[in-house]
């Protein structure tokens, strides 16, 4: 085989633009709610005599290499092969820990592709391209008569993982056994470091363990509310809030874990939201306080560029309706005295034995018990679950809050320490856009 591997070059980008399109139909590629503009990321070119045959694009950051796309003119040639190892070759020289990629579940042929190279099978994220396609409606819906719904993700690493041996000296010592393995939890918006260990005893433990000083206040925050010991709340197995927090809670890997909501999920979870709101939030700061609470759609009319980039609506629609957008904003009561949770989605809810466990509590703050559900609705909505105005009806005011909150921040510029959170908030836009208008008897025409 003649190829050779080149990086690309500012020469070959008309060529990479075309055969993006022709391969991907848009420059947009969604992989784990990540918005990359394929067209715009560094790529690797497979030549042969003098002809570009393949195209790889990917993404460096955080120690890690993330192919986005690779194609290849012609199959079974062997183009594909070199590509990717080109590309593994350039995540050793970047000195990365990992290289890894998704691909969908109807494309076998791309699985059985990556474990011949190496590359291992290391979480299956359900109904990842459900949501990816709120972002890109192209995604198709099936293919070759099996249902796209999603992501597996294969990572070959190229260093052994590394878990901080004081960390793990700790937790032995916490739970009185040697840690014998552990393995990553994936999942989550923002970094910090999550595994399940096992013991030597046979126990298995979650553990959580701050990577920034910020990450390091958050965990304090959450082990306050832990100690309320709420019945929707893991065990807690051990906490320090101290100068290096560690939280240490029962593993809830056996249990249900959405966005497949079965029978009985969605009211465990409501009756859940009932407990937490039950309590008193004496003490914590009150949400309607926050100056970023404030204003959201009057925000937006200032400068809608970033919102109206996202495509949910049209210039038009915008401007006909933004002015009642932001008088029923003007009319949402977020203050309350009773404890909200304040980021209720799918990722931080697991059913185990009909009670809903809600984790990830550095947010909690005092507001109106319909908060919580009011936030939960628009991704229960895109996984399936009942449309926000069934839920709560007449709740145009609250509706608008919601809204304002997805569509003041989705358009935004990634966040390098959190790169999934604008592609959620998208998502969840989707769903509270349509809220908003029904809610105020609007046509969502777009």
């Given at each position: 085989?003649?190829?050779?591997?080149?990086?690309?070059?500012?020469?070959?980008?008309?060529?990479?633009?075309?055969?993006?399109?022709?391969?991907?139909?848009?420059?947009?590629?969604?992989?784990?709610?990540?918005?990359?503009?394929?067209?715009?990321?560094?790529?690797?070119?497979?030549?042969?005599?003098?002809?570009?045959?393949?195209?790889?694009?990917?993404?460096?950051?955080?120690?890690?290499?993330?192919?986005?796309?690779?194609?290849?003119?012609?199959?079974?040639?062997?183009?594909?092969?070199?590509?990717?190892?080109?590309?593994?070759?350039?995540?050793?020289?970047?000195?990365?820990?990992?290289?890894?990629?998704?691909?969908?579940?109807?494309?076998?042929?791309?699985?059985?592709?990556?474990?011949?190279?190496?590359?291992?099978?290391?979480?299956?994220?359900?109904?990842?391209?459900?949501?990816?396609?709120?972002?890109?409606?192209?995604?198709?819906?099936?293919?070759?008569?099996?249902?796209?719904?999603?992501?597996?993700?294969?990572?070959?690493?190229?260093?052994?993982?590394?878990?901080?041996?004081?960390?793990?000296?700790?937790?032995?010592?916490?739970?009185?056994?040697?840690?014998?393995?552990?393995?990553?939890?994936?999942?989550?918006?923002?970094?910090?470091?999550?595994?399940?260990?096992?013991?030597?005893?046979?126990?298995?433990?979650?553990?959580?363990?701050?990577?920034?000083?910020?990450?390091?206040?958050?965990?304090?925050?959450?082990?306050?509310?832990?100690?309320?010991?709420?019945?929707?709340?893991?065990?807690?197995?051990?906490?320090?809030?101290?100068?290096?927090?560690?939280?240490?809670?029962?593993?809830?890997?056996?249990?249900?874990?959405?966005?497949?909501?079965?029978?009985?999920?969605?009211?465990?979870?409501?009756?859940?939201?009932?407990?937490?709101?039950?309590?008193?939030?004496?003490?914590?700061?009150?949400?309607?306080?926050?100056?970023s609470w404030a204003d959201q759609w009057r925000k937006i009319k200032a400068d809608p560029k970033a919102f109206l980039r996202l495509g949910l609506c049209s210039h038009r629609w915008f401007e006909a309706h933004i002015d009642r957008f932001i008088e029923a904003e003007a009319l949402a009561v977020l203050d309350g005295d009773t404890l909200a949770h304040c980021d209720v989605r799918s990722d931080n809810v697991c059913l185990r034995d009909g009670q809903a466990y809600l984790i990830d509590w550095n947010w909690a703050c005092a507001a109106h018990p319909d908060v919580d559900t009011a936030f939960w609705l628009p991704s229960l909505a895109v996984e399936g679950g009942p449309q926000p105005h069934e839920?709560?009806?007449?709740?145009?005011?609250?509706?608008?809050?919601?809204?304002?909150?997805?569509?003041?921040?989705?358009?935004?510029?990634?966040?390098?320490?959190?790169?999934?959170?604008?592609?959620?908030?998208?998502?969840?836009?989707?769903?509270?856009?349509?809220?908003?208008?029904?809610?105020?008897?609007?046509?969502?025409?777009?």
């Amino acid at each position: 085989m003649g190829f050779s591997v080149e990086p690309a070059s500012g020469n070959d980008l008309m060529w990479v633009q075309r055969y993006l399109g022709e391969n991907w139909g848009a420059p947009l590629i969604v992989s784990r709610l990540v918005r990359h503009r394929a067209d715009l990321l560094p790529a690797l070119v497979a030549w042969e005599n003098g002809d570009p045959v393949g195209l790889l694009t990917y993404a460096l950051g955080g120690g890690e290499l993330e192919i986005v796309t690779v194609d290849a003119t012609e199959r079974r040639r062997g183009i594909g092969t070199a590509l990717v190892r080109a590309a593994i070759d350039l995540a050793k020289t970047e000195d990365c820990d990992k290289i890894w990629l998704v691909t969908t579940n109807e494309n076998a042929a791309a699985m059985a592709f990556y474990l011949s190279l190496g590359f291992e099978e290391v979480a299956v994220h359900r109904g990842a391209v459900d949501m990816a396609r709120r972002l890109k409606p192209t995604i198709p819906k099936a293919r070759n008569g099996v249902e796209i719904h999603d992501e597996h993700e294969f990572a070959l690493r190229l260093r052994p993982p590394h878990l901080d041996p004081a960390l793990v000296d700790r937790v032995a010592a916490q739970l009185r056994s040697p840690v014998t393995s552990w393995r990553p939890v994936h999942g989550g918006y923002s970094p910090a470091t999550r595994v399940i260990v096992t013991l030597a005893d046979g126990r298995t433990a979650y553990v959580k363990a701050p990577t920034a000083a910020v990450h390091g206040e958050w965990l304090r925050l959450e082990l306050a509310q832990y100690a309320r010991q709420l019945p929707c709340m893991p065990r807690v197995l051990f906490g320090d809030d101290g100068a290096e927090p560690l939280l240490i809670l029962e593993d809830l890997s056996d249990g249900h874990w959405p966005p497949q909501w079965r029978a009985g999920d969605i009211a465990a979870v409501r009756a859940s939201l009932a407990q937490v709101s039950a309590q008193s939030a004496a003490g914590l700061p009150r949400l309607a306080d926050g100056a970023s609470w404030a204003d959201q759609w009057r925000k937006i009319k200032a400068d809608p560029k970033a919102f109206l980039r996202l495509g949910l609506c049209s210039h038009r629609w915008f401007e006909a309706h933004i002015d009642r957008f932001i008088e029923a904003e003007a009319l949402a009561v977020l203050d309350g005295d009773t404890l909200a949770h304040c980021d209720v989605r799918s990722d931080n809810v697991c059913l185990r034995d009909g009670q809903a466990y809600l984790i990830d509590w550095n947010w909690a703050c005092a507001a109106h018990p319909d908060v919580d559900t009011a936030f939960w609705l628009p991704s229960l909505a895109v996984e399936g679950g009942p449309q926000p105005h069934e839920v709560l009806p007449d709740a145009a005011p609250l509706a608008a809050k919601v809204c304002g909150f997805f569509a003041l921040r989705a358009g935004l510029p990634t966040l390098p320490e959190a790169p999934r959170v604008r592609g959620i908030q998208h998502v969840q836009l989707t769903a509270a856009l349509p809220w908003l208008a029904h809610s105020l008897s609007i046509n969502f025409d777009r």
